[in-house]
T-cell receptor
């Protein structure tokens, strides 16, 4: 596609439910990043995928968070047993590799009620 | 651990002024530095990427410089316009591969 696509754009869920967020990177991009941005805050790193290497999961805040990526295509970020503190915009980015420009999607706004 | 700082946190200027946004980072072992803009409620738009071997990059009215040894970058915006109003973020990529972001400078250009 022309850019990084994220779905859904908005998600409202009840506390305790599981949610799955999707990211479609730019075709051919080997690197994929997930970030979280709480209201009025900066970007928090969550996880990084690079090709077939083991992902860097060092930013995942708890074991309720997990992410997968199929090859060099779509990635899903799963949050289990959602809490109100998980409410944020979740941003995905992709790049062609270590030393190339990163492009972001428009984000998924998650609201936990 | 890499830390990125952006000064000022907020800036308000009249239309037509030239302005400079600052970004500093603690670990100079970076691969590149990227400047983004973020409009309210939107994702990030890439503005400029500077490789670690480069000193500056230009795109239209934007010029970004990089002094890796001192851990600093500046984004220069010429002849500012109200449409430039947004939050400007810098991010560095280093050995950790992830992009480490500053907290941003919120720019308002007054007509």
């Amino acid at each position: 596609g022309a850019g990084v696509s994220q779905s859904p754009s908005n998600k409202v869920t009840e506390k305790g439910k599981d949610v799955e967020l999707r990211c479609d990177p730019i075709s051919g991009h080997t690197a994929l990043y997930w970030y979280r941005q709480r209201l009025g805050q900066g970007l928090e790193f969550l996880i990084y995928f690079q090709g077939n290497s083991a992902p860097d999961k060092s930013g995942l805040p708890s074991d309720r968070f997990s992410a997968e990526r199929t090859g060099e295509s779509v990635s899903t970020l799963t949050i289990q047993r959602t809490q109100q503190e998980d409410s944020a915009v979740y941003l995905c980015a992709s790049s062609g590799g270590v030393n190339t420009e990163a492009f972001f999607g428009q984000g998924t706004r998650l609201t936990v009620v | 651990k890499q830390e990125v700082t952006q000064i000022p946190a907020a800036l308000s200027v009249p239309e037509g002024e030239n302005l400079v946004l600052n970004c500093s980072f603690t670990d100079s072992a970076i691969y590149n530095l990227q400047w983004f803009r973020q409009d309210p409620g939107k994702g990030l738009t890439s503005l400029l990427l500077i490789q670690s071997s480069q000193r500056e990059q230009t795109s239209g009215r934007l010029n970004a410089s990089l002094d890796k040894s001192s851990g600093r970058s500046t984004l220069y915006i010429a002849a500012s316009q109200p449409g430039d109003s947004a939050t400007y973020l810098c991010a560095v990529s280093g050995s950790a591969r992830q992009l480490t972001f500053g907290s941003g400078t919120q720019l308002t250009v007054l007509p």
